[in-house]
């Protein structure tokens, strides 16, 4: 709510089957192929019921939630832009940020094969000091993705606590700025 007054958007919240409010006992329970299915079910919704066109809509995931946000922008194009607040490469390197090889079956939310199929203009938030999922991860993501912008890698900022940077705010205000300049056709 604050996020959206501050940057003067609307925002749509969810969370994923297992997770929140939504893990209760009669819920399945948390899995990749749930939330990648949740998240595709929200932006149906903001298509179908609330009329939002998906060139107006800018995904934004954060840690494990940039898992399925970089699935559904590489497997539903046209939105807007994506940002990814502290993402992973994928779920196996988060323990092992340096792993080289690891069968792709047995990893989950693969970000870093992923991230080559989302050809919109992309922005990474992360902290230089997260101890959760290493800044290399946020780093490489955008030398991955086609149309990164340069990201914010927030000087001495953790896991928890990347918006509390001066920068935060700024940058994510440029960067919807720079998507709305990009959809105005030229004079």
Known sequence: ?????????????????????????????????????????????LESIHGIKRRDVVLYGQSVGSGPTVWLASQRPGVAGVVLHSPILSGVRVFNPNLKYWPAWADIYPNHLLIKKVDVPLLVLHGTADEVIHVSAGRRLAELAPAAVAPLLAEGFDHQNVEASPEYLPRLRDFLQQLQQQQQPPA
């Open 1 to 45: 709510k604050d996020l959206g007054r501050l940057l003067h958007v609307n925002v749509m919240g969810y969370d994923y089957t297992g997770y929140g409010c939504c893990s209760s006992s009669s819920s399945s329970g948390p899995s990749v192929t749930a939330t990648c299915s949740d998240v595709a079910a929200v932006l149906d919704a």
